[in-house]
Each structure stands twice: as C-alpha cells, then as structure tokens.
C-alpha cells in the first residue's frame, strides 16, 4: 500500500521557522511528484511547495516563494518541508501528497494519494 505520514507540525512565533517531514512507505519517492498542501479554517485545500519526478523540476506558490523550500531525502524515502520567516497566515493543517509519475503540476485535482494532515500554528 502506498502510504505517507507527515509530522513535525506545532506552534511557532511569527517569524519562526519549522520543519514538516512526511515519510513514505509502499513505494519509492523515485516514482513520483510530490507536493506539499495546506488547508486553513474554510478555505481550500492549496498546493504551496511542489516537486515533480525526480524533482527536475520544483513549484511554489507565491505566498511562500522564498520562505519555504521542498527538498527529498532518497535514503530515508522521506519530503521535507523548510518553513522559515513563518506568518500567522501561514496557520493551516499542512499535508504532503504524491501521484505516480508526476511529471508537473501543484494542483489538489493532480494527487491521489494523500498523508494525514499536520497542524501549523504561527502566534502573532
């Protein structure tokens, strides 16, 4: 089964800086666009931080262009995601996300396979 568990979620000052890993198990990270996603208090789910297939090629919206960087450990089969100069808009359940062969694309439509989300709560 394919399967991915994201962690490292918490409260951080504005300004603070986190680190979101989400683990996959069942398959290899090889195959596959990952991304990150998050989901604030009614809103939709949004895509922030992308990386196709063997991340030739990385995706960030521009609310966190600059601030956040996705990065891929192959040995340990596990995304990262750097958060740093955090804003209190940046507050969301944040979920990491994969599609086989995935070659572009930050879209929510685009993933089929999904973690359970982590909270990120940026105080003012």
């Known amino acids: 089964d ?3 568990q994201a ?9 603070g800086t986190l ?3 989400c683990t996959a198990s069942g398959f290899n990270l ?11 208090p009614g809103k ?6 992308c990386a196709s297939r063997e991340e030739s090629s990385t995706y960030y919206s521009d609310s966190v262009e600059g601030r956040f960087t996705i990065s891929i450990d192959k040995q340990k089969n596990t995304v990262y995601l750097e958060m740093s100069s955090l804003k209190p808009e940046d507050t969301a359940v944040y979920y ?4 086989y062969g995935l070659a572009y694309g930050c879209l929510v439509r685009l993933y089929h396979h999904w973690g359970q989300g982590t909270q990120v709560t940026v105080s003012s």
């Open 19 to 21: 680190r979101l890993s």
């Open 96 to 99: 990491c996300a994969a599609e």
């Open 2 to 4: 394919v399967q991915l």
């Open 30 to 40: 090889d195959d596959y666009g990952i991304g990150w996603f998050r989901q604030a």
């Open 44 to 49: 939709e789910r949004e895509g922030v931080a």
């Open 7 to 15: 962690s490292g979620g918490g409260l951080v000052q504005d300004g």
